[in-house]
């Protein structure tokens, strides 16, 4: 079956780029996703088709997706993007990475 | 604004049932694709099952086919997660999720879950 990989955890300092990987064969080919879930709360979607933010999603979330990675970069990481992440495709069934906890320091 | 409100989660015991229901509103719920994704205490999301605008075409996680049974009534608005033969690994909080309109499957909108626990 197929496998999405995330980092565990990521820090980043206030005002900085935090960046999360998420790999996966030939992952580049399909179409990533990117979910947002803070402690207690539903997840949100906060990254579609590769690169794309919902309406509300505030512009420093940004998304990319090459080859056997994917990529969400949060720039001037704010206090309030404190939260697990999770990156998504679809494999002919729904797969789900393994999830990455930020701490903004 | 739309909304999805899951019910019927509860303690079970395993090999037992149990049945939840997603009570959609705010969109024409007949016209969008729509899932269960669960999460474990404390741990990731983890995709269960999909279904179709009209019901006749599911897809279900390996980990659950044959046992768990999605369906939907477009004339209530609801979407149902039947679950047989239950374990204790299926113990989660279980999210009904509407899938949006674009041609990829994103999830848009999240139920707020309803917990599953399933222990003798």
């Known amino acids: 079956s197929y496998e999405l990989t995330q980092p565990p955890s990521v820090s980043v300092s206030p005002g900085q780029t935090a960046t999360i990987t998420c790999s996966g064969d030939?992952?580049?080919?399909?179409?990533a996703s990117w979910y947002q879930q803070k402690p207690g709360q539903s997840p949100v979607l906060v990254i579609y088709q590769d690169a794309k933010r919902p309406s509300g999603i505030p512009e420093r979330f940004s998304g990319s997706n090459s080859g056997n990675t994917a990529t969400l970069t949060i720039s001037g990481t704010q206090a309030i993007d404190e939260a697990d992440y999770y990156c998504q495709a679809w494999d002919s069934r729904g797969v789900f990475g393994t999830g990455t906890k930020v701490t903004v320091l | 604004e739309v909304q999805l409100v899951e019910s019927g989660g509860g303690l079970v015991q395993p090999g037992g049932s149990l049945r939840l229901s997603c009570a959609a509103s705010?969109?024409?719920?007949?016209?969008?694709?729509m899932h269960w994704v669960r999460q474990a205490p404390g741990k990731g999301l983890v995709w269960v099952s999909r279904?179709?605008?009209?019901?006749?075409?599911?897809t279900y996680a390996d980990s659950v086919k044959g046992r768990f049974t999605i369906s939907r009534d477009n004339a209530k608005n609801t979407l149902y997660l039947q679950m047989n033969s239950l374990r204790a690994e299926d113990t989660a909080v279980y999210y009904c999720?509407?899938?949006?309109?674009?041609?990829?499957?994103?999830?848009?909108?999240w139920g707020q879950g309803t917990l599953v626990t399933v222990s003798s």
């Open positions: 279904i179709n605008r009209d019901g006749s075409s599911t």
């Open positions: 999720v509407r899938e949006s309109v674009e041609v990829t499957v994103d999830l848009d909108y």
């Open positions: 705010g969109f024409i719920f007949s016209t969008y694709w």
């Open positions: 030939k992952l580049g080919d399909k179409y």
